[in-house]
């Protein structure tokens, strides 16, 4: 029976000190005398009472044993306790064996699993009707994985991260390929050497930076050399001159005099 209840403490997210058998078997020798015995079976009540609506809890220690028995009694008649005559034989003090004591934590950790339980499916049937329940779904039948029952969205996605890791690390070598592929015909269409010799820098002036908000031809013949063009690169040719732009086509028909005689009432 000891080890049935340490398994169960273990599921269930018990850290106190009695998940060793030989501190359970001691503190179950004492009962309520123990304050560690009555800390575990508080910790059970408190984890299921949010979880079945219990009305009893137990508040009291064992410097209270009355109060204690009380509420120890009360708790296990309203969760209907197959032991009938160990839960009356409480409030009397009559339950002093090591056994009994042991079937009270085997009952109250067996019902907070069940309670567990009970509550995973109701949160499993509401989550299957939401939109990231689906969501969730078709990425898990997309990368062949288990259906996401009863799992929370953070352990879905965990093995998600797990399943596609390295499908990432394939991607990353297939991306620098094809950036390799597109960059080296452009590296290697750029010249070696420079198109400016030092010559032209010695003689080129200060100015040469100050950029001329002009294009018309004279104000190039003086401006126009080899390092401006590196400066300033080739620009695309927009057109816009006066002389390759046509005339409208005329919107009215010219005007004409008026002419004399005809036409009128009294002519």
Known sequence: MECDILDSLEQLGYDGPLLEEKALLGAAASGLSSPEYVALCRWLTSTLKPLCALEESITSGPDDMDSLRVEMSGLLKELHCPYHELVSGITKGSVRNTKDHLKFLLFL?????????????????KHRKSPVYH??????????????????AAGVLSQVRDKVGPFRCLYNGVRVDSMARAYQPLRHSLRPQSTVDMAELLAAREDIC??????????RENTACAVNKILMGRVPDRGGRPSEIEAPPPEMPPWQKRQDGGGGRGG
């Open 210 to 219: 100050n950029v001329v908000k002009t294009s018309s031809g004279s104000s």
């Open 109 to 125: 950790s067996s019902e907070l699993q069940a309670a567990q339980i009970v509550r995973s499916r109701g949160v499993s049937q």
């Open 135 to 152: 969501e969730l779904l078709a990425i898990c039948k997309t990368l062949n994985l288990p259906e996401p029952r009863g799992q929370d």
